[in-house]
């Protein structure tokens, strides 16, 4: 019986010959400012994530936090980093929405894992992930309050052990 693998890797072959792995996984001690997190708060790195199926890749479905924090911490950083980002003052709208229209309440911030795999070409590929994967690491995640739930897919704490809501 064969294990099934966790993920898998793509490979090229050196010019001596040898294989190589094609693509990496981010680890915490590279600079995550060159994966696309944003320094806000101090030390806190966020970014913005669209959708896989966005028709407009400007705006962010997923707010993604290097390490686990509390959830006023995550409404406060996503909301600088929308004004950081995007010059949005209200981040809980997208541009162009009608601001009198009623918004879902601010979905709450989870603490789950992720393994991020950067690719050769310089792209990069968050996966949700078990604690004890290899290259999972601790982050925390909120979808934006315009979005769809299901547009960001992040774990849900009720019905997924991957996830803890965030306090």
Do not use: K
């Amino acid at each position: 019986m064969t294990a099934t693998a966790l993920h898998e890797i793509e490979t090229s072959e050196g010019d001596d010959g040898t294989m190589h792995p094609a693509e990496q996984t981010w680890t915490p001690d590279q600079d995550p400012v060159d994966l696309g997190f944003t320094p806000v708060l101090g030390d806190l790195r966020i970014t913005g994530l669209t959708a896989p199926d966005a028709d407009d890749g400007d705006h962010p479905t997923l707010f993604v936090l290097l390490g686990h924090h509390r959830w006023a911490t995550t409404i406060h950083a996503a909301a600088l980093y929308m004004q950081r980002g995007h010059a949005w003052t209200r981040w809980c709208l997208y541009p162009g929405d009608d601001p009198d229209e009623a918004i879902p309440r601010i979905p709450r911030a989870i603490h789950t894992h992720a393994a991020i795999h950067c690719h050769p070409d310089d792209t990069w590929n968050l996966a949700w992930a078990r604690p004890g994967e290899p290259g999972a690491i601790p982050v925390t995640a909120m979808r934006h309050p315009a979005a769809q739930a299901v547009a960001a897919a992040v774990p849900d704490p009720d019905r997924d052990d991957r996830a803890a809501w965030a306090r």
